[in-house]
């Protein structure tokens, strides 16, 4: 009597195993491959999120390792679209372009880098800093901050690693070489996340860190000389950290990765970095 129930679940399973193969990815997908800024890469992400859905013979993947990285990824083939937080260097296009195929440059969002301190620091008044008082307290100058108003406490600086487009920015604006040394800074991150957990796990650091992740709130952005980044500020380049967010491609991009860029410039795109704390441009 077992055979006929063993029977009668044999179409049960190969319905089932039909739906499965159904949802698995096409071969004839085209697959996007963005790599890059971990500044860039939420808005990317969550663009691909919905690209992805809307339009199926397509697939967006993302993944981060810095604007250094994503530029190599995309001149050498492994990604078609590099998110870059920084413009590219003349070095990077000395080193990949020729008089046949360049970089193509598509602004995608505006950003500012924040500074943040934690808490702690921030309600015992330290509300504003100059960019000269935050050049000390990166190269070393400034140790402690009662030196800019704030309680006797020495100053845990929070940098980010090399390849970092953020960093880069930051130091060639504040510290005035993209190549400066930071002697001051205590501890290194390897993105904004890990910035904003740094600065929230102490009672005494300062960091710096993209504005979409101030906006999901826990850290409270500092004015910089006496601006505060708001969007108008940013936008209209007021404040000293604003800058510019960017997709390169090698050569022109693909028909997929066209659609996937024109989707973030669109309205959906444009929705998206609203919604979700990015300046669109």
């Not at 015992?124 to 100058?141: D, F, H, M, P, Q």
């Not at 009662?146 to 970092?164: F, H, L, T, Y």
């Not at 999901?216 to 404040?239: E, F, H, S």
């Not at 604003?242 to 996937?260: D, N, S, V």
């Amino acid at each position: 009597m077992a055979v006929p129930k063993i029977v009668g679940i044999i179409p049960i399973l190969i319905l089932i195993v039909v739906l499965i193969l159904l949802a698995l990815p096409s071969d004839s997908v085209d697959r996007i491959r963005v790599s890059g800024s971990t500044t860039v890469m939420p808005l990317a992400e969550l663009c691909a999120e919905e690209f992805n859905f809307m339009y199926r013979e397509y697939m967006v993947t993302v993944t981060a390792g810095g604007s250094g990285v994503g530029i190599i990824d995309a001149a050498e083939g492994r990604a078609d679209i590099a998110m870059s937080s920084r413009e590219i260097k003349p070095s990077e296009r000395a080193l990949y372009e020729r008089p046949d195929r360049k970089f193509k440059e598509i602004l995608v969002g505006y950003d500012a880098i924040i500074v943040v301190v934690s808490p702690q620091i921030y309600n015992s008044s330290v509300r504003s800093l100059t960019a000269t008082e935050v050049k000390k307290i990166y190269s070393g100058e400034i140790r402690n901050w009662k030196s800019v108003g704030g309680p006797d406490r020495e100053i845990m600086v929070v940098g980010r690693k090399a390849g970092s487009g953020t960093r880069d920015t930051f130091n060639e604006i504040i510290m005035g070489s993209a190549a400066a040394e930071t002697p001051g800074v205590s501890i290194e991150a390897l993105d904004s996340s890990e910035v904003k957990t740094a600065i929230l796990g102490s009672d005494r650091a300062i960091g710096y860190l993209g504005y979409s992740y101030v906006r999901t709130g826990g850290v409270v952005p500092l004015a910089l000389d006496g601006v505060y980044p708001t969007m108008d500020n940013i936008r209209g380049g007021n404040y000293t950290l604003a800058r510019k967010l960017y997709f390169y491609t090698f050569g022109e991009p693909t028909a997929g990765a066209k659609a996937f860029i024109d989707f973030v410039l669109g309205p959906e795109g444009r929705r998206i970095a609203e919604t979700n704390g990015f300046i669109p441009p």
